[in-house]
Structures are given as C-alpha cells and as structure tokens.
C-alpha cells in the first residue's frame, strides 16, 4: 500500500513540474519576463526581459510569447501594436542592465 501511495505522489509531482507555462525555453535558454500596464490601460502595456545576453534572439522571441499570451489572456487576440517590440531591428533596440523592454497595444476588437 505504501509503495502505491509512493508512486501516486511521484507521479504527481512529475506531472506538476512539466505544467509551469513560464518554463519554456528561447534559443535554448529560460528568461524572465514581465507584463505590466501602462498608465492603468490594460490594452497598452510593457514587456520586460532579463538576461538578455544569454541570447538577443531567444530574449526577443521570449518578449514575444509573452505579449502575446497578455492580449490573448485579457483581450482573447494575439494580435499587438507593437511601438517597440520583436520585428524591431535589434540594433535599434535598447538594452539597459541586461534588459529589454517592449511596448505593444492589443487592439480591442
């Protein structure tokens, strides 16, 4: 009995670990993102990404991913205005204490 109740609990712990929706990797490599409002709007908003000198490719797409996850989980859209964001050309982009910043609008539909 104690051996099934073992496995149950291993498996569900297994299971849990492959669930984290902010554990994916970009060009090989985890980032820290985050999504804040600008000025209280919800449909304007910035996305911040750490450590971007592990990979400005991986850093890029992973300001994508989460912009886009933001208008979907708010607006049901992935659809962005970015004024800055991942199709901007990155030696145009800033990068300030091994962060970027991206700022988009979901257009509401």
Not at 73 to 78: F, L, V
């Amino acid at each position: 009995m104690k051996t099934i109740l073992s496995l149950i609990v291993l498996t569900a712990l297994v299971a849990g670990c492959g669930n984290n929706k902010k554990n994916i990797p970009f060009d090989g490599e985890f980032f820290r993102t985050k999504v804040s409002k600008v000025d209280g709007q919800r449909d304007v908003f910035m996305v911040s990404v750490r450590d971007v000198s592990r990979s400005i490719d991986g850093a890029i797409e992973a300001g994508r991913h989460a912009g886009n996850a933001y208008c979907v989980e708010t607006y049901g859209s992935s659809k962005i205005d970015w004024s800055v964001g991942p199709d901007t050309p990155a030696e145009e982009l800033v990068i300030e204490d091994d962060t970027i910043v991206f700022q988009g609008v979901c257009p509401q539909l």
